[in-house]
Nanobody, 116 residues
Framework: QVQLVESGGGLVQPGGSLRLSCAAS????????MNWLRQAPGKERELVAS????????RYVDSVKGRFTISRDNAKSTVSLQMSSLKPEDTAVYYC?????????WGKGTLVTVSS
């Protein structure tokens, strides 16, 4: 079965950096777009970044452009999100998601808190 496991969240000061990782299993990772989403307290979930199967196409929500970088390692079935210049408004639970054969699969999320 499809499994997605996020890691790397934590508490970081404004201006700091974190790297999130998502380990995938149960499907042919290298053939699917992968996505990072987040949900801040009291807000709807939003798509933060996505990456094509080869990694050649990457998309970001405007609020993170220039600060976040999505990448993938198809040999290890992992997708990462490098976050820098973090702001308090980046505080959220971050989720990894894949859409496979019309179904969405999500990890349980990892909490990122940006605070001094």
């Amino acid at each position: 079965q499809v499994q997605l496991v996020e890691s790397g969240g934590g508490l970081v000061q404004p201006g700091g950096s974190l790297r999130l990782s998502c380990a995938a299993s149960g499907f042919t990772f290298s053939t699917y777009d992968m996505n990072w989403l987040r949900q801040a307290p009291g807000k709807e979930r939003e798509l933060v970044a996505s990456i094509s199967p080869s990694g050649g196409i990457r998309r970001y929500v405007d609020s993170v452009k220039g600060r976040f970088t999505i990448s993938r390692d198809n040999a290890k079935s992992t997708v990462s999100l490098q976050m820098s210049s973090l702001k308090p408004e980046d505080t959220a639970v971050y989720y990894c998601k894949v859409v496979r054969m019309g179904s969405e699969y999500w990890g349980k999320g990892t909490l990122v808190t940006v605070s001094s």
